[in-house]
């Protein structure tokens, strides 16, 4: 199982949210580079970035700073945020990004995912991120009427090769994340899922670890990084 540090960027910095919420903003580095080349060299094999300025806006606003961490570190890299024309999935690809996230463009315009499926195929990960089991989408300011489960057997459908599904709830909480959610989302949709939102300890890879045969396939980790409750090599260790 993959365990992928998070560098969630806005206004310049790195950042972490509660739920997605602006108002319960940390900073916890003002160097998103720094923190890239730091990730790499304490072992990530992948690195999970958010433009969180693009999430909110509608469209990607940190491209200089991918374009950098980009420069900066030799492993594959996801970004997500903002992205919701096939021209800012094109743009990150020809900066060199590996996996492009898209998550609104999903429910509100299928069509932009269809393209970029055709396009670029298992460089698209689908990011479902649901709230009580709806999607939201924005930023996750609005929630639908979507059933994530449903929506995630749809890309099954659609031969999606990754989906990032995050329990909102859960994200940022420090609570440990949403196995039982995880698991129904793996199982149902038969697409590998990576974790995201409130992993917290070791034991926490360890239970994720366990789930491996369902279809978790990796485990994105921020705020617990940031703060010290789990160290990167231990829980590569964990998760191996």
Same mark, same amino acid.
């Given at each position: ?123 698209? !990960? *689908? /990011? @479902?991120? +649901? ?6 989408? %924005? ?65 926490? !890879? *360890? /239970? @994720?670890? +366990? ?6 396939? %990796? ?22």
């Amino acid at each position: 199982m993959l365990i992928i540090p998070a560098i969630d960027i806005r206004d310049g910095n790195c950042v972490m949210l509660q739920q997605g919420k602006i108002e319960d903003e940390t900073i916890y580095s003002k160097d998103p580079v720094f923190m890239a080349k730091l990730w790499q060299m304490k072992g990530a094999r992948r690195l999970h970035v958010v433009d969180l300025d693009g999430a909110f806006s509608g469209m990607p606003r940190n491209l200089e700073i991918i374009k950098k961490i980009r420069a900066a570190v030799d492993i594959p890299m996801e970004v997500g945020g903002g992205i919701r024309s096939i021209k800012a999935v094109e743009t990150l690809i020809d900066i060199g990004v590996n996996y492009i996230i898209l998550g609104t463009v999903v429910v509100y315009n299928p069509a932009i995912l269809r393209q970029a499926l055709d396009a670029y195929g298992d460089k698209i !990960i *689908v /990011a @479902l991120d +649901a709230r009580d089991g709806k999607v939201a989408i %924005g930023g996750w300011k609005d929630t639908t009427a979507v059933d994530a489960v449903e929506l995630a057997q749809k890309m099954k459908a659609m031969k999606v090769a990754q989906i990032l599904f995050t329990d909102i709830n859960k994200d940022g909480m420090m609570a440990g994340p949403n196995l039982s959610a995880l698991k129904t989302m793996a199982e149902e949709s038969g697409v590998p899922i990576l974790a995201s939102g409130g992993v917290t300890t070791l034991e926490d !890879i *360890v /239970a @994720l670890k +366990a789930l491996e045969p369902a279809g978790i396939s %990796g485990a994105i980790i921020g705020k617990a990084l940031y703060t010290e409750s789990i160290k990167l090599d231990e829980a590569i260790k964990s998760a191996q």
